[in-house]
Nanobody, 128 residues
Framework: QVQLVDAGGGLVQAGGSLRLSCAAS????????MGWFRQAPGKEREFVAA????????YYADSVKGRFTISRDNVKNTVYLQMNSLKPEDTAVYYC?????????????????????WGHGTQVTVSL
């Protein structure tokens, strides 16, 4: 069993930056596929970014491409989401997720149902 703890959210002005972290415990996630999703008020949860392992690609939603970067630190068993040039429309609860098998990663990375473990979320609020 894997437990994920999201952290790092907060209130930031438009144009600012935040770094979210997702600390895993219970098992090493170094060979898991990891994702970040977000849910804005009144909207459905949506894909933000995904990270495989080894030579696997990273993927980003078009809305965050060029501004957000997903990365991992295997020593700390932690995944990060660096968010730069934040916009008010980035306001949401952000969730990290883990997929232990990485099966068909390139076809499934954006599907919430593909991930087995989820954090509880961290609130990001971007003001004008």
């Amino acid at each position: 069993q894997v437990q994920l703890v999201d952290a790092g959210g907060g209130l930031v002005q438009a144009g600012g930056s935040l770094r979210l972290s997702c600390a895993a415990s219970g098992r090493t996630v170094s060979n898991y596929c990891m994702g970040w999703f977000r849910q804005a008020p009144g909207k459905e949860r949506e894909f933000v970014a995904a990270l495989g392992w080894g030579l696997m690609s990273t993927y980003y939603a078009d809305s965050v491409k060029g501004r957000f970067t997903i990365s991992r630190d295997n020593v700390k068993n932690t995944v990060y989401l660096q968010m730069n040039s934040l916009k008010p429309e980035d306001t949401a609860v952000y969730y990290c997720a883990a997929a232990p098998r990485c099966r068909d990663y390139s076809r499934n990375y954006y599907l919430q149902s593909w991930y087995d473990y989820w954090g509880h979320g961290t609130q990001v609020t971007v003001s004008l």
